[in-house]
């Protein structure tokens, strides 16, 4: 076992039944010319979160923690976008985004696009899991809890964008299922002002999971190692 710094308390992880969840590390919302930028929204974290998710997964995969990629995204003709019965093409961003401006249709979250792909610093590595979303909940119509598991995973690290939104909504969800959720603070950045981000670290520790740094855990991983 593992013993993770963490608020409210600290966290026992036992490395074979721990994974982590990294949400959405697309090029729409972690790159300069991405969906998120051209919402208008302020990227300028996302470098720093990037670089922290680097560490983050070499750490763990030293570990043998494994990985688990999110991405969410869209077929060229948005079938599975949700239609006009669903509320998703009416809130999520990048639909809203296509809808305002047609020139961008099948350009942005779009399947086979540069937008959609996992940002080129953290590219999936032979073993990892790649699971695709269509809702900010990783476990929204997706075989993302059957995976975990049939691998017995008990324990979720949480990284990605955005904190707010598809984050702390795969992190509830993974709550529900039962699942120890552990975000990475510093991991993860939001979508809209700071305090979004603070208001997710806030509800994690008080009501959904634990909160802990890249750099506690980096810590706690580099002391098994050593034993």
Known sequence: MINVPAEPESLDIDPARTAVIVVDMQNAFASKGGMLELA???????????????RVLAAARAAGIDVVYLQIG?????????G???????KELALCLMRARPELRG??????????EVVDRL??????????????????GTN?????????????????????VCVE?????????????????????QAGPPTAHEATLFNVSTFFGWVTTSDALLEALSARAEH
């Open 84 to 90: 006009p019965a669903s509320p998703n093409p009416m």
């Open 40 to 54: 208008g929204m302020d990227i300028t974290g996302a470098d720093e979160v990037v670089e922290v998710n680097h």
């Open 74 to 82: 869209y077929d060229a003709e948005q079938t599975n976008a949700g």
């Open 169 to 189: 909504s795969t992190l509830r969800d993974a709550y529900f299922h039962e699942y120890w959720p552990l975000l990475v603070s510093d991991a993860c950045m």
């Open 123 to 140: 590219k999936p590595e032979p073993g990892d899991l790649v699971v695709y979303k269509t809702r900010y909940s990783g476990f929204a």
């Open 107 to 116: 350009k942005v979250l779009t399947y086979g696009t540069w937008d959609f």
């Open 144 to 164: 993302l809890d059957q995976l975990l598991r049939v691998r017995n995973k008990r324990h979720l690290i949480f990284t990605g964008i955005a904190t707010n």
